[in-house]
């Protein structure tokens, strides 16, 4: 018998309900406090029945958690039932909720812990939370032919090397001030362009990139900011900054910074894969969407005989889809969570997870 997970994401600028569908060998107990019967261990097969999102765009400016939180709280319950219509269930169908517990945003991820728990309670169902981090990867390797792949998480609030190593997702390399994300956002908002501006600045860069004018287009140098298996942002975002106050082509910093950036990117992916000695890399989060960051990393994983896979956009980015799936397996593998221990967790490392699902 299916099983139906419905996953609610809330770290950030998302409100996004999923609701997932399990394959035929992950029956849970009945509902309410009957233990029922465990079933036979099976790999579970994902079926996005539905994914819905909205998202919180501030007037100017960067994110304001509690204006984000505030629209979360006010879209949470159209969210659900859209995702409810879209999957042709009711309430009644549902088996399992899942939230994004962390990390991210303290009043978006209250926002979306508290109607989560006002569900799993009003319907008498399980409920569990998920790593935000470790989401992106389940369903990366949910929905494309990735088995054991390095991640590379992209997204406005993280930026991290990702992989699989005893019993844990070990986390190779990460930001050590601002994700890329956010750094691409700060920079549009001093180019005047509103959020989200990763895909503005690649429209620039690509422009600059092949423009006709020129056979090698104009590269402006900005700090390359890798320290050892990690990276910094903020340095490459001053830089870029004042060489805009000092009359620099717009097109020339964006695509400069992409090259820049994204390069620092590939590099500790590449160094990541050699040392968790693995042949797959995975690109999620929502600047996995830029079309230049796929060109590179696939590049590379070329020129080492390795295989790319990205996730369609819409499982790219923050999404309920992801938390339901991984909320699925976690309970699955025998993961129980009381009410008491969902609270959310602002920090949640992703390599504080004990992953038993594997």
Same mark, same amino acid.
């Given at each position: 018998?299916?099983?139906?997970?419905?996953?609610?994401?809330?770290?950030?600028?998302?409100?996004?309900?999923?609701?997932?569908?399990?394959?035929?060998?992950?029956?849970?107990?009945?509902?309410?406090?009957?233990?029922?019967?465990?079933?036979?261990?099976?790999?579970?097969?994902?079926?996005?029945?539905?994914?819905?999102?909205?998202?919180?765009?501030?007037?100017?400016? @960067?994110?304001?958690?509690?204006?984000? /939180?505030?629209? #979360?709280?006010?879209? &949470?319950?159209? %969210?659900?039932? !859209?995702?409810? $219509?879209?999957?042709?269930?009711?309430?009644?169908?549902?088996?399992?909720?899942?939230?994004?517990?962390?990390?991210?945003?303290?009043?978006?991820?209250?926002?979306?812990?508290?109607?989560?728990?006002?569900?799993?309670?009003?319907?008498?169902?399980?409920?569990?939370?998920?790593?935000?981090?470790?989401?992106?990867?389940?369903?990366?390797?949910?929905?494309?032919?990735?088995?054991?792949?390095?991640?590379?998480?992209?997204?406005?609030?993280?930026?991290?090397?990702?992989?699989?190593?005893?019993?844990?997702?070990?986390?190779?390399?990460?930001?050590?001030?601002?994700?890329?994300?956010?750094?691409?956002?700060?920079?549009?908002?001093?180019?005047?362009?509103?959020?989200?501006? @990763?895909?503005?600045?690649?429209?620039? /860069?690509?422009? #600059?990139?092949?423009? &006709?004018?020129? %056979?090698?287009? !104009?590269?402006? $140098?900005?700090?390359?900011?890798?320290?050892?298996?990690?990276?910094?942002?903020?340095?490459?975002?001053?830089?870029?900054?004042?060489?805009?106050?000092?009359?620099?082509?717009?097109?020339?910093?964006?695509?400069?910074?992409?090259?820049?950036?994204?390069?620092?990117?590939?590099?500790?992916?590449?160094?990541?894969?050699?040392?968790?000695?693995?042949?797959?890399?995975?690109?999620?989060?929502?600047?996995?969407?830029?079309?230049?960051?796929?060109?590179?990393?696939?590049?590379?994983?070329?020129?080492?005989?390795?295989?790319?896979?990205?996730?369609?956009?819409?499982?790219?980015?923050?999404?309920?889809?992801?938390?339901?799936?991984?909320?699925?397996?976690?309970?699955?593998? @025998?993961?129980?969570?009381?009410?008491?221990?969902?609270?959310?967790?602002?920090?949640?490392?992703?390599?504080?997870?004990?992953?038993?699902?594997?």
């Amino acid at each position: 018998m299916p099983v139906l997970c419905l996953g609610i994401e809330g770290t950030a600028h998302t409100l996004g309900v999923g609701i997932v569908e399990g394959g035929p060998d992950g029956a849970l107990p009945p509902k309410g406090n009957a233990p029922g019967r465990r079933t036979r261990e099976a790999p579970l097969k994902c079926i996005v029945r539905s994914n819905e999102m909205v998202t919180y765009v501030p007037l100017e400016g @960067g994110i304001h958690p509690r204006e984000a /939180a505030n629209h #979360h709280a006010e879209h &949470v319950l159209p %969210t659900v039932k !859209q995702a409810l $219509e879209k999957a042709n269930l009711t309430l009644k169908d549902i088996d399992l909720i899942a939230f994004s517990q962390g990390p991210g945003l303290g009043p978006c991820l209250r926002t979306a812990a508290t109607a989560a728990r006002a569900l799993a309670a009003s319907l008498r169902v399980p409920i569990i939370g998920v790593n935000h981090c470790i989401a992106h990867l389940e369903i990366g390797t949910a929905t494309t032919p990735a088995k054991d792949p390095v991640l590379l998480y992209v997204s406005g609030g993280n930026t991290q090397v990702i992989a699989f190593v005893e019993g844990r997702y070990r986390v190779f390399g990460e930001t050590l001030d601002i994700g890329v994300g956010n750094m691409l956002d700060k920079f549009g908002r001093s180019l005047g362009i509103p959020f989200p501006a @990763g895909p503005v600045l690649e429209r620039n /860069a690509a422009l #600059h990139r092949d423009s &006709v004018d020129s %056979t090698i287009p !104009q590269f402006i $140098e900005l700090p390359y900011s890798v320290k050892g298996m990690d990276l910094a942002f903020s340095g490459i975002l001053t830089a870029a900054e004042a060489k805009l106050r000092d009359g620099a082509s717009v097109p020339a910093l964006c695509y400069s910074m992409q090259e820049t950036v994204f390069a620092m990117l590939v590099e500790v992916t590449e160094r990541a894969m050699a040392h968790a000695e693995k042949g797959e890399v995975l690109l999620g989060g929502g600047v996995a969407s830029n079309t230049r960051l796929r060109d590179m990393l696939a590049r590379m994983a070329s020129d080492r005989g390795a295989k790319m896979h990205v996730p369609e956009r819409k499982l790219c980015v923050d999404n309920g889809a992801m938390i339901a799936w991984t909320g699925l397996k976690m309970y699955k593998a @025998g993961v129980r969570m009381p009410m008491d221990k969902t609270q959310i967790r602002q920090r949640f490392r992703t390599d504080e997870v004990e992953v038993t699902w594997r």
